[in-house]
């Protein structure tokens, strides 16, 4: 994979509505969905980790820690934060200068020893934070409600605030392809959905601030199937030995929890998780989704598993016993190819779409060889081994 800005837009916090009364034309509201936080501990809990953050001029955040180290000495901390194309470290209270406005996840791992147990431990907080142009913006939220309901028609009320400027304009997204700019609009649904409502409003310029807020709406009897409602998956991040975890699923407004085993020991919850691993190795990441909320009769509750291998990343066919090795993931400018069979090997590279965008033959060799892809744009990319005995992917 080579890295791309636009990675993590699916991690936008949304909020769910929630119905008054199960009846036929059920308003969702204030269903609270878990998103864009998550921890990693295996410290007790006397040890509590957070940070919060400045949002400064320019696509800037300042990060400041906040720990209480309660039965725990404090052995350091480190910051892990992901600055395209690759994920940095730092210690301190870093400032951290973005390239634009794009939601990025900021860890903060802190490293203890228990003085119960005299055992080494860790906890690892994980946010994701969306950069500013200016840093009176930060008191933009856009936000709304339902102020009345007629069969399929709704009508919406702007709560927004701005108490550093103006608000100057507000467009909705009804998703179900209409749109509106108007402050408190009425709108008239076709289906029962369930659909994502948004609003963006704008403040008056200079600065034309921007804040987006999303909630869910469902106009139709209760007890929906889990599988109409919701839809598991996540990616994976993996730079050195560290794997980044980040939660891509659909919940439609309801009530949500992601919990997370990496496999070694280790686990977490929320949304996204960051962890560094001691040994190079395949470990199964999988992460748990529950799911609860008005319009189910009980729990949805599903687990999802990928393969990670850190420093190193790749994958074989069932039938081959070798797998290829390819690193690092992602990648900048060239990726390493170890292809271990005796003949010569054949390397395509595949973009998302399907199409080939690149193909050169391997030597037969033992050792690593270097391939050169840095006229390749940013995105995702499968690259395929092809020897006499198999192919193997990545």
């Known amino acids: 994979m080579r890295p791309s800005a636009h990675l993590l837009l699916h991690l936008i916090p949304i909020i769910g509505l929630a119905p008054a009364a199960p009846a036929r034309a059920q308003v969702l509201s204030h269903a609270i969905d878990q998103r864009g936080n998550g921890s990693v501990q295996t410290c007790d809990n006397s040890l509590q980790v957070d940070f919060s953050t400045n949002y400064l001029d320019g696509y800037s955040c300042q990060f400041l820690p906040v720990v209480i180290p309660g039965d725990h000495v404090i052995n350091g901390s480190t910051w892990y934060y992901y600055d395209d194309p690759v994920w940095e470290m730092a210690t301190g209270s870093p400032t951290v200068p973005y390239m634009g406005p794009a939601p990025y996840p900021i860890c903060y791992t802190v490293d203890a020893v228990n003085e119960t147990t005299l055992q080494p431990c860790s906890a690892t907080v994980c946010k994701v934070v969306t950069p500013i142009a200016f840093q009176e913006c930060a008191s933009l939220t856009a936000d709304f409600t339902i102020s009345a ?229 940013a995105g995702c990319y499968t690259i395929i081994v092809q020897e006499p005995a198999g192919a193997r992917s990545n």
């Open 149 to 377: 309901v007629q069969g399929g028609s709704i009508t919406f009320l702007n709560t927004s605030q701005f108490p550093g400027g103006q608000i100057g304009y507000a467009y909705w997204d009804f998703g179900d392809g209409s749109s509106l700019a108007a402050s408190t609009p009425t709108h008239a649904f076709t289906g029962s959905g369930p659909y994502q409502i948004c609003l963006t409003v704008v403040g008056a310029p200079p600065t034309s601030c921007t804040a987006t807020r999303c909630q869910w709406l469902y106009l139709g009897p209760g007890d929906v199937p889990c599988s109409e409602l919701v839809s598991h998956g996540f990616e994976t991040l993996t730079y050195g030995s560290l794997v980044g975890v980040l939660d891509t699923s659909r919940t439609s407004g309801m009530s949500a929890q992601v919990d997370w085993d990496f496999g070694d020991g280790v686990t977490g919850t929320g949304t996204i998780a960051v962890h560094a691993y001691a040994w190079s190795q395949e470990y199964d990441v999988c992460g748990t989704l529950r799911v609860w909320g008005p319009l189910l009769s009980d729990t949805c509750t599903t687990t999802v598993c990928r393969a990670v291998w850190p420093n190193a990343v790749g994958m074989k066919e069932p039938w081959y016993d070798a797998p290829a090795w390819i690193w690092p993931t992602p990648f900048n400018d060239a990726v390493s190819v170890r292809a271990s069979g005796p003949a010569p090997a054949w390397l395509t590279v595949v973009d998302s779409r399907g199409r080939t965008v690149h193909q050169q033959t391997l030597a037969p060799s033992s050792e690593p060889q270097l391939v050169r892809l840095s006229t390749l744009p």
